[in-house]
T-cell receptor, first 115, second 115 residues
Framework: AQTVTQSQPEMSVQEAETVTLSCTYD???????LFWYKQPPSRQMILVIR??????QNATENRFSVNFQKAAKSFSLKISDSQLGDAAMYFC????????????FGKGTHLIIQP | DTEVTQTPKHLVMGMTNKKSLKCEQH?????MYWYKQKAKKPPELMFV???????INESVPSRFSPECPNSSLLNLHLHALQPEDSALYLC??????????????FGSGTRLTVV
């Protein structure tokens, strides 16, 4: 079974600074996807960024980028120029290529933005 | 339309009641999922539907009964629930498409309280 581990229950960052959220995973599959989802208090689960395992290039979406280390099974999220609206729970998630088993989530990291 | 719509947003029900949660998407996604999320925890997979067929039931008690009448609609029928079933119930869909290729799109959830 796949597992996803987020070792930082809570992180705090000053507005406009950069923060990195950690995630490691374990799988024996070769075809899979990794995701970061954001869940603000409004509870909507919002896709932040995704990475296909077969792609060596790290995904980026505006201020969000990942450091995907396939051999180390590490998938960290970097948020640059942090904004107050980035405050939320961030979940790292794994999906097999076919998606038949849905998403496996880490326990989440609560991100606090200090003004 | 790039959304997953869940109704109702809030539901309070007694332990002897019968109620249903509804989830709808019009993105042409052929995989749909029910997740249960307790406070400060990650979502836990309950059911997976692929092409309107139930493909995964994660040992969910029979008081939860899923139904997929067509490719756009997913229901979760509730009967004789227990107070510990109080949680946020999230619906998600997955598939290639313009919204989020190979990503999962979540609804905003139904906050269920069992009294």
């Amino acid at each position: 079974a796949q597992t996803v581990t987020q070792s930082q229950p809570e992180m705090s960052v000053q507005e406009a600074e950069t923060v990195t959220l950690s995630c490691t995973y374990d799988t024996s599959e070769s075809d899979y996807y990794l995701f970061w989802y954001k869940q603000p208090p409004s509870r909507q689960m919002i896709l932040v960024i995704r990475q296909e395992a077969y792609k060596q290039q790290n995904a980026t979406e505006n201020r969000f980028s990942v450091n995907f280390q396939k051999a180390a099974k590490s998938f960290s999220l970097k948020i640059s120029d942090s904004q107050l609206g980035d405050a939320a729970m961030y979940f790292c998630a794994y999906s097999s290529g076919g998606g038949a088993d849905g998403l496996t989530f880490g326990k989440g990291t609560h991100l606090i933005i200090q003004p | 339309d790039t959304e997953v719509t869940q109704t109702p947003k809030h539901l309070v029900m007694g332990m002897t009641n019968k109620k249903s949660l509804k989830c709808e998407q019009h993105m042409g996604h052929r995989a749909m999922y029910w997740y249960k999320q307790k406070a400060k925890k990650p979502p836990e997979l309950m059911f997976v539907y692929s092409y309107e067929k139930l493909s995964i039931n994660e040992s969910v008690p029979s008081r939860f009964s899923p139904e997929c009448p067509n490719s756009s609609l997913l229901n979760l029928h509730l009967h004789a629930l227990q107070p510990e079933d109080s949680a946020l119930y999230l619906c998600a869909s997955r598939g290639p498409g313009t919204a989020s290729p190979y990503g999962y799109t979540f609804g905003s959830g139904t906050r269920l309280t069992v009294v």
